[in-house]
């Protein structure tokens, strides 16, 4: 029986149309894009023409963006890089950030003399937009500030324009960790105001160790990776062609199958939380169901032997789902998101992500599989 895979905020499967584009820039690609031979030339050009398309979709310049490695990389870069070139004194985030947000924040913390404030968020995990403000009025210090677009462990969705505003009112810079949301939503940083976003092709469809940076001219930071002068002088190291096209045609493919595929998305989370609503009345959904990313859907299920097992139990009836982050070396180790915004101790948070690839029918099978997986008294109790 195929596995189905319910894990799509890790990672996405590699589209075939994208597979096809990279194994082409493997075998004809080969060029160094430095090199200024013909095969240089040819590798180059491809590489400009996928970063021409990836500013055109959103709405940037092409001296906008530069390739990485990926989200990680890319947050890394800017956060630590506008402590060091545009002199910032002050960090504002939250505790539900990814751990490449998160632990860059707290590192500078730790070693260095910038202050980091948090901003307080609700028991569905959204930012308070009041003390946001509160926050930003509190100091003239230069001030970073770095709130994620859509969580990518309860989904919870954050209004660029609205944060952007009040960042560009107090004078602060604005850095958000689209990851989640590059590809699934359309984003026109021609209009937005925003300073800094990060993306990896991994997470729509493309190749792993591929993403993307934008900074705005406004704030152009000095290189984070020092070598040659890759990336107009802005990365050191070879540049990953075939991750790079293949990063640009998994975006294509998403802004042009961007419609079609949210509306199934969503029609599967619909679904499958009805299914769950059903089936075990105690359950818990955490984050907002009205703000959230419609490919994410995080519950969570009391305590019990059973429960305890339940990753495990799902992958073995061929099911992946996860616990949290997968940025977290394999382990399953909880998720600080859920403990940020008041998680019931002992429960079990279950993140279901969905593609377009799923279907209706793998939604059914993977609810037979939780009644299996879960002890037959959570079917009696009340919905939270």
């Not at 894009?33 to 959103?58: D, F, Y």
């Not at 915004?341 to 969905?354: D, N, Q, T």
């Amino acid at each position: 029986m195929p596995r189905i895979f319910f894990d799509n905020a890790s990672t996405t499967p590699l589209d075939p149309a994208v597979a096809e584009a990279v194994t082409m820039a493997m075998q004809e690609l080969y060029g160094n894009p430095s090199s200024i031979h013909a095969e240089g030339r040819k590798a180059r050009n491809a590489v400009e023409q996928a970063r021409k398309t990836v500013a055109q979709l959103l709405g940037a310049s092409i001296g906008e963006i530069f390739f990485t490695s990926g989200g990680t990389e890319s947050s890394n870069m800017v956060i630590k890089n506008a402590v060091r070139d545009l002199g910032v004194k002050r960090i504002i985030s939250s505790r539900i950030e990814h751990h490449c947000v998160l632990h860059s924040v707290e590192a500078l913390e730790k070693h260095t003399n910038v202050q980091v404030e948090w901003v307080q968020l609700d028991s569905q995990g959204r930012v308070n937009l009041e003390h946001l403000e509160a926050l930003l009025q509190g100091s003239t210090a230069i001030t970073l500030v770095s709130l994620m677009h859509a969580n990518n462990e309860i989904g919870n969705l954050l209004d660029l324009h609205v944060v952007g505003t009040l960042c560009r009112q107090y004078d602060a810079y604005f850095h958000s960790d689209t990851v989640q949301t590059i590809g699934y939503y359309l984003i026109d940083l021609s209009t937005l105001p925003i300073d800094f976003i990060t993306g990896s092709a991994h997470k729509f469809f493309g190749p792993k160790g591929t993403g993307f940076v934008f900074i705005r001219n406004e704030a152009m930071l000095r290189p984070f990776i020092d070598g040659g002068g890759q990336e107009r002088n802005m990365r050191g190291g070879t540049e990953n062609t075939p991750g790079i096209i293949g990063l640009a045609k998994a975006l294509e493919l998403a802004y042009e199958h961007m419609v079609q595929r949210r509306t199934h998305i969503e029609q599967l989370r619909q679904l499958l939380l009805t299914r769950i609503q059903d089936a075990f009345p105690m359950a818990v959904l955490y984050g907002s169901p009205e703000y959230g990313h419609y490919k994410i859907l995080n519950v969570g299920f009391p305590p019990s032997p059973k429960t305890d097992m339940l990753l495990l139990n799902l992958d073995i009836a061929g099911i992946s789902v996860s616990g949290g982050s997968a940025c977290t070396s394999g382990a399953d180790a909880g998720s600080h998101v859920i403990d940020a915004i008041g998680g019931l101790p002992g429960w079990k948070a279950v993140r279901f992500s969905f593609s377009h690839f799923n279907t209706a029918e793998e939604v059914e099978t993977a609810v037979q599989a939780l009644k299996t997986c879960l002890p037959s008294d959570l079917l009696a109790s009340r919905w939270v």
